[in-house]
């Protein structure tokens, strides 16, 4: 257990739809990355929040967005649904706000089945 | 980000050392070398990470060549649990690497 938790584990929706996913990051982690892993796309990184504020951007589509709360949660939506959204969305934290190269500890995903 | 390249798939068997090599060729001087290793449907999880030489863990050992334009991760007697995909990644610890690709990996498979 990474001690990163992702709610919800599943997520089934339709095409055109808006989505929530929340991510808590390990205990005194200041930095939260969001990653899309695709069967054809691999492990990409999306965003990053460093204590709130966003630090760096990834292969991140404008229909997507995200944001870090002050209690460090962050949410990342996704919105206009396609099928090619379908994928495990995770999250990641490290506890400073080092590019996603730092060392990061992963949470258990959130599966999203867009239908 | 600097490109990885690392084989598709390796087999061995129980108790076995295991090798798996990563060569990046256009790594920078302020790149480190991280390993993660990830099990199906689960997030990566953060293995080992190297400047230069060798750096070991509990888990794993890393070398890293004088020229550091390429990697080796060495996991000491495997078992069936290390199974798994491994992810070799090259990247600064200041600036802005933001097209980070985990890429396909080194998927390992452990056999009785």
């Known amino acids: 257990d990474s001690g990163v938790t992702q709610t919800p584990k599943h997520l089934i929706t339709a095409t055109g739809q808006r989505v929530t996913l929340r991510c808590s990051p390990r205990?005194?982690?200041?930095?939260v990355y969001w990653y899309q892993q695709s069967l054809d796309q691999g492990l990409q990184f999306l965003i990053q929040?460093?204590?709130?504020?966003?630090?760096a951007k990834g292969n991140i589509l404008e229909r997507f967005s995200a944001q870090q709360f002050p209690d460090l949660h962050s949410e990342l939506n996704l919105s206009s649904l396609e099928l090619g959204d379908s994928a495990l969305y995770f999250c990641a934290s490290s506890p400073l706000g080092g590019p996603p190269s730092y060392e990061q500890y992963f949470g258990p995903g959130t599966r999203l089945t867009v239908t | 980000l600097a490109k990885t390249t690392q084989p598709i798939s390796m087999d061995s068997y129980e108790g076995q050392e295991v090798n798996i090599t990563c060569s990046h060729n256009?790594?920078?001087?302020?790149?480190?070398i991280t390993w993660y290793q990830q099990f199906p449907s689960q997030g990566p999880r953060f293995i080992i990470q190297?400047?230069?030489t060798k750096v070991t863990n509990e888990v794993a050992s890393l070398f890293i060549p004088a020229d550091r334009k390429s990697s080796t991760l060495s996991l000491p007697r495997v078992s069936l649990s290390d199974t798994a995909v491994y992810y070799c990644?090259?990247?600064?610890?200041?600036?802005?690497?933001?097209?980070?690709?985990f890429g396909a990996g080194t998927r390992l498979t452990v056999k009785p």
């Open positions: 205990s005194g982690d200041l930095s």
């Open positions: 929040y460093y204590n709130g504020e966003e630090r």
């Open positions: 990644l090259v990247g600064g610890k200041v600036g802005d690497n933001n097209d980070m690709r």
């Open positions: 190297g400047y230069k």
């Open positions: 256009n790594i920078a001087t302020n790149d480190y």
